[in-house]
């Protein structure tokens, strides 16, 4: 066993104790991200909200939700909403570069799979 592999192992040997309870091998790290204002984010940027939920992806449903206070942005939603409110060119330039995927369509030939039901 190289030194990096017995290296790994060991990590994974003390994040199982942690698991089980044994916190003196190891050190848990937990990263709060703060609350975002969606709606003061969303007009610094002068979207409205179908634009805003066009331009990243988010349903328009969920949009209106988190600005009425109905519903709050949780892990994932809220550190790219962070990012968003701190650096909104460098998500654009990051989404502008995906090129979107379009749904495969059949060559002449093929078969579709049809669900029995």
């Not at 892990?75 to 989404?95: F, M």
């Amino acid at each position: 066993m190289t030194k990096r592999t017995g290296s790994i192992l060991e990590g994974l040997n003390d994040a199982l104790a942690y698991m089980r309870g044994d916190t003196s091998r190891g050190k848990a790290h937990v990263v709060e991200v703060p609350d975002v204002d969606v709606a003061k984010t969303r007009k610094s940027l002068k979207l409205s909200q179908p634009e805003f939920a066009k331009l990243f992806a988010v349903p328009l449903p969920t949009v209106r939700n988190w600005e009425q206070g109905r519903r709050r942005p949780e892990g994932p939603a809220r550190v790219l909403l962070r990012v968003i409110e701190a650096e909104p060119q460098a998500v654009l330039r990051a989404i502008q570069g995906a090129a979107p995927v379009a749904p495969k369509r059949p060559t002449k030939g093929t078969r579709l799979a049809r669900a029995k039901g």
